[in-house]
């Protein structure tokens, strides 16, 4: 079974940009959540699909945002790009999306803003 | 306001004994927690999970100890092993709602096993 993937893995972007960041889940599951991983804070929750809806949101401004597929992919979307987006944009998915399941994450997509 | 904390950011641990990594949380609703191991340029792994009913839960070289009164766990390494060296992530599910949507992440705690 091919794992989460995420594309591109690095992405280079100027201020004011924005920027589409895709993820493919594992063929399967059905709920995919956001992470973006910075050295300052670690792991914070951007939201999570399941079903294509929008079950939970972090607390992010609305230039964040996203979507998903009726085949379960997901992409994300940062609109006017500023410096402190820099960061790693994980992907995870898992079956239902419960909280005793096992997150299977992606290896990231690397975005640097200049 | 941080509910799940991992107060040490480093943690040198010399090959053969014993790594303890500790996390610490504020939200008494958290019923269910996971540990996370992360390589650079990779995502987070699963390692293992305790749930709020037990105090222990053991997986061949790890240990995860919960000590709810405290709002404390523990991952014990045993015998820590050069490819230990990872960043390790303390995860909470509150206990609501039943979306993992909602987990909360500490900062990390990156081990270094000396050989």
């Known amino acids: 079974k091919a794992g989460v993937t995420q594309t591109p893995r690095y992405l280079i972007k100027t201020r004011g940009q924005q920027v589409t960041l895709s993820c493919s889940p594992i063929?399967?599951?059905?709920?995919v959540s956001w992470y973006q991983q910075t050295p300052g804070q670690g792991l914070q929750f951007l939201f999570e699909?399941?079903?294509?809806?929008?079950?939970n949101k972090g607390n992010f401004p609305g230039r964040f945002s996203g979507r998903q597929f009726s085949n379960s992919r997901s992409e994300m979307n940062v609109s006017t790009l500023e410096l402190g987006d820099s960061a790693l944009y994980l992907c995870?998915?898992?079956?239902?999306?419960?909280?005793?399941?096992?997150?299977?994450f992606g290896s990231g997509t690397q975005l640097s803003v200049l | 306001d941080q509910q799940v904390k991992q107060n040490s950011p480093s943690l040198s641990v010399q090959e053969g004994r014993i790594s303890i990594l500790n996390c610490d949380y504020t939200n008494s609703m958290f019923d269910y927690f996971l540990w996370y191991k992360k390589y650079p340029a990779e995502g987070p792994t699963f390692l293992i999970s305790i749930s709020s009913i037990k105090d222990k839960n053991e997986d061949g070289r790890f240990t995860v100890f919960l000590n709810k009164s405290a709002k404390h766990l523990s991952l014990h390494i045993v015998p820590s092993q050069p490819g230990d060296s990872a960043v390790y992530f303390c995860?909470?599910?509150?206990?609501?709602?039943?979306?993992?949507?909602?987990?909360?992440f500490g900062k990390g705690t990156k081990l270094s096993v000396k050989p």
């Open positions: 995870a998915s898992s079956s239902r999306g419960q909280t005793n399941e096992k997150l299977f």
């Open positions: 063929s399967g599951h059905r709920s």
């Open positions: 699909y399941f079903s294509e809806t929008q079950r």
């Open positions: 995860a909470a599910s509150p206990n609501y709602g039943g979306s993992q949507g909602n987990l909360i």
